[in-house]
C-alpha cells in the first residue's frame, strides 16, 4: 500500500480573526496601526459636539462667498490674480474654469450669465446645497429630511459629462466656441 498524505485544513486561527466580516477560515488581512496623528484627530472627532462639523462647512462656505463677492471675478481681466495656471500657461479652459465667476453671477441673482460661465456648475449648486441642508439638519438636529443618495453610477455619468463639457468647452469651432470663457 501507498502512503499518501491527505491534505489537512487550516489551522485554527487566533481568537483575534474570528470577529472579522468575511471570515471564511483564513484571516484576513490584519487591520493597519493607526499613526498618532490619525488617532488624535478621531479621538477629538468623537468628542466633539455634533455641531461642529456642519458649522466648519458653512463658515468654509461663507468664506468662500465673501471671497467671490469681494473679489468680483466678473470684472477682473486675464492678467489678474488669482488666475488659472492651465488656462495662462496653455491657453485651455480647465475643467473648473469660469466657477468662480458662475458663483458670482449666481449671488447676484443672473442665471442666464452664471451658467454661461460654466453650465454644471450652476447645475450641481442645488443639488449641493441640499445635500448639506439635509445633512446638517439630521446631524445637529435629528430631522429626517431625505437624504440624497449619489450612487457610483450616477457620480460616473456626472464626472463623464463633466469631461465631455471641459473638452467642447476648448473645441475651436461653432458651437462649442460659445462655451469658451
Not at 76 to 97: H, N
Not at 99 to 108: D, M, Y
Not at 137 to 154: D, H, M, N
Request: net charge positive; aromatic share 14%; proline share 12%.
Amino acid at each position: 500500500m501507498s502512503s499518501t498524505a491527505t491534505p489537512q485544513p487550516p489551522a485554527p486561527p487566533s481568537a483575534e480573526w474570528a470577529g472579522y466580516p468575511g471570515y471564511a477560515g483564513y484571516p484576513p488581512y490584519p487591520p493597519p496601526k493607526q499613526d498618532r496623528v490619525s488617532r488624535f484627530i478621531q479621538s477629538k472627532w468623537q468628542s466633539s459636539p455634533l455641531w461642529v462639523a456642519p458649522t466648519a462647512m458653512l463658515v468654509c462656505m461663507a468664506g468662500a462667498v465673501g471671497y467671490t463677492l469681494a473679489s468680483n471675478p466678473a470684472a477682473a481681466d486675464a492678467g489678474s490674480a488669482p488666475t488659472c495656471l492651465l488656462k495662462y500657461t496653455t491657453g485651455f479652459v480647465c475643467p473648473g474654469c469660469g466657477g468662480t465667476r458662475a458663483a458670482w453671477f449666481l449671488l447676484h441673482g443672473d442665471i442666464p450669465a452664471a451658467a454661461r460661465h460654466h453650465a454644471l456648475f450652476v447645475f450641481a449648486v442645488p443639488f449641493l446645497i441640499y445635500m448639506y441642508v439635509a445633512w446638517a439638519a439630521k446631524r445637529v438636529f435629528g430631522w429626517k429630511i431625505p437624504q440624497l443618495t449619489l450612487t457610483p453610477t450616477v457620480l460616473g455619468i456626472f464626472i463623464a459629462a463633466w469631461g465631455l463639457f471641459s473638452i467642447a468647452r476648448n473645441l475651436p469651432w461653432a458651437p462649442f466656441t460659445s462655451l469658451y470663457v
